[in-house]
């Protein structure tokens, strides 16, 4: 049998993360919620894992250093040293002032970068890829919460719409889950 | 009110400041017959009294880039920020009478001659007559570096800061009983004002008060690395007062979320710092003008591991530890990193004063580690005494709900 899937409709945010302390103290699972913008601290109400982004951006970072120091000691000391306003570039430890400006570049190129197609890859928001948020107002002006009856198996269809019509929604739906991808 | 300094933070503080007067009193027994014993006397004075004035002058500056953005959630840790401020009437007593002995001495000429070139025992060798006529560099710095003229300034530099602390004291004091936007949009405009002022004095006053010891040396980017430098060091303050009180059980409504805040300053305030730093040290050595590179030269040959020991401690420390967001909610993380920045901040700061007054004879001993903990003692008493003197938690502020609900 396909997965239910009820969702909820609100249309103020804070509205919605009332409501969703509300349930999660039920014992009912919030599978996501849809929202023009971030709500503020609804990530632990709902149970969604500290990002590891930050650690992806600092990885990048490392790497963009890294490339930058074997690129200048390659080829600014290594292969073709030059002699720019008298200061040779013979060791990498005594003209490393000059290319700290470059390493810093580097860096926050590959972390911005990296941090940013990575988030676009993860959460498969490619420019093109297709939607997949339920509802298109969620882009506009209303807050959705998804809550999947394969996830709350002690309870109830009836027992859930119940649970969640005495939060202040202004819509609920029960349908089919689909996989929009 | 409700905060009181306990017996026992009255003893620790009484007992540090023991300590540090003894250790001090050591050092001059240690060092009175040498010949730069003045000179380092007054070098320590103008270190500490520095040092301590500048992180109040940070906090007086954050209090008032807080009104002229009408930030919300630093409200419920203003208290603390106008405690730190208010070292700022100690501060301005204590440099006074620094630069007064400076005057008098000829710059703190104390009869004392270093091996080293030009340095004769000075700490402000523009204000030795008999130096400026046989100086055609810095005879063309006046009237700049002229007494006269350094005292103008330096007196309309501290009613300015003295004025705004006592406004923006009595205002915020005022507003607990009155209420109303009336007094928020007053601390709106006089904190513009001050940020106007502050930033042309922050600059102008380090150039004479500290720049100045390097007379011939000149950076147009001085000031703003001492201001970063003060800056961080506020921060670092206001932060350590905080987690102090919490210890306390005071500051209830100072949840993680605001620490975390005033975290995110410090790791900024120290890249600001080590930005400036960088981008003073990086011009100097690429162009390597004689004039101009002399100031790192001797820092680098006399003072090589202080110099670049200080760089990394106040760069490195707090980059790599408060990077991640877990760390700067950790208070005993926080507390390391706050005293490493202290201790670091004031090296820097030993950094711009000794190796131009001392010349290569500058060491840290007895007299410097005395003098240091003396003023904490007397900075930490000072400032902990104000707290006692109005509610921690203001009333009435416009944004104070806010900052209650401040949430990251």
């Not at chain 1, 390493?103 to 928001?125: C, D, P, Q, S």
């Not at chain 1, 394969?150 to 109830?156: C, L, M, P, V």
């Not at chain 2, 380090?206 to 000031?223: E, P, R, V």
Request: glycine content about 8%; charged content about 15%.
């Amino acid at each position: 049998m396909a997965d239910r899937v009820i969702y909820a409709m609100y249309d103020d945010d804070m509205v919605l993360l009332d409501g969703a302390k509300k349930l999660v103290s039920e014992g009912v699972h919030i599978t996501d919620v849809f929202s023009p913008f971030p709500i503020h601290g609804i990530d632990p109400v709902i149970g969604v894992k500290h990002t590891r982004l930050g650690i992806v951006s600092f990885m990048f970072g490392l790497l963009g250093m890294t490339l930058a120091v074997v690129g200048f000691k390659y080829m600014m000391i290594d292969n073709w040293p030059m002699n720019i306003g008298g200061k040779p570039n013979f060791s990498l430890l005594e003209n490393f002032p000059a290319f700290v400006p470059i390493t810093f570049e580097f860096t926050v190129l590959f972390a911005a970068h990296g941090m940013a197609i990575t988030y676009l890859l993860r959460n498969k928001t490619l420019p093109g890829m297709p939607a997949d948020n339920p509802y298109p107002r969620t882009t506009d002006d209303r807050f959705v919460m998804e809550i999947r009856l394969s996830d709350n198996t002690k309870f109830s269809a009836s027992e859930l719409h119940a649970k969640i019509k005495e939060t202040e929604i202004i819509e609920i739906e029960e349908k089919d889950y689909v996989v929009i991808k | 009110m409700e905060f009181q300094i306990s017996t026992k933070a009255k003893k620790t503080i009484f007992g540090v400041i023991g300590v540090g007067l003894l250790a001090f009193i050591i050092g001059i027994v240690q060092n009175s017959g040498t010949d730069q014993f003045g000179t380092r006397l007054m070098s320590n004075f103008l270190i500490d009294g520095f040092f301590f004035f500048a992180i109040a002058l940070g906090a007086l500056f954050f209090l008032a880039l807080q009104y002229a953005t009408e930030t919300g959630w630093s409200v419920a840790v203003k208290r603390v920020v106008e405690g730190v401020a208010s070292y700022v009437l100690v501060g301005i007593g204590i440099l006074v009478a620094v630069f007064l002995v400076l005057t008098f001495t000829d710059g703190g000429f104390f009869g004392a001659e270093t091996t080293h070139g030009h340095h004769t025992g000075h700490i402000y060798q523009w204000m030795d007559p008999d130096i400026v006529a046989h100086d055609p560099i810095i005879a063309g710095k006046a009237p700049f570096l002229t007494k006269p003229f350094f005292w103008v300034v330096t007196i309309i530099y501290f009613a300015t800061y003295f004025l705004f602390y006592k406004g923006f004291r009595k205002r915020s004091l005022a507003e607990d009983l009155e209420g109303g936007t009336k007094i928020h949009f007053k601390n709106f405009s006089k904190a513009a004002l001050f940020l106007v002022l502050f930033g042309y004095f922050s600059s102008t006053s380090s150039w004479h008060w500290i720049m100045s010891i390097d007379a011939h040396w000149f950076s147009t980017l001085y000031g703003w690395y001492v201001f970063g430098g003060m800056w961080c060091t506020a921060m670092t303050t206001i932060l350590l007062v905080v987690l102090y009180l919490k210890k306390k059980g005071h500051l209830q409504q100072v949840n993680d979320s605001h620490i975390h805040d005033i975290g995110k300053w410090i790791f900024a305030t120290s890249f600001l710092w080590s930005y400036l730093f960088f981008s003073q040290f990086m011009l100097y050595w690429y162009a390597d003008i004689p004039e101009e590179v002399i100031y790192y030269v001797q820092r680098i040959t006399e003072y090589k591991y202080l110099f670049w020991g200080m760089f990394m401690i106040n760069f490195i420390i707090p980059m790599l530890i408060l990077m991640s967001a877990d760390a700067k909610r950790n208070a005993g993380i926080l507390m390391f990193v706050c005293v490493a920045i202290i201790i670091g901040h004031w090296a820097d700061v030993y950094m711009l004063v000794t190796p131009g007054s001392m010349g290569e004879y500058g060491t840290i001993g007895f007299m410097e580690i005395g003098l240091f903990l003396t003023f904490a003692g007397v900075f930490t008493y000072f400032v902990l005494n104000t707290l006692t003197k109005a509610p921690l938690m203001p009333k009435n502020h416009p944004y104070l709900d806010e900052s209650k609900h401040h949430h990251i």
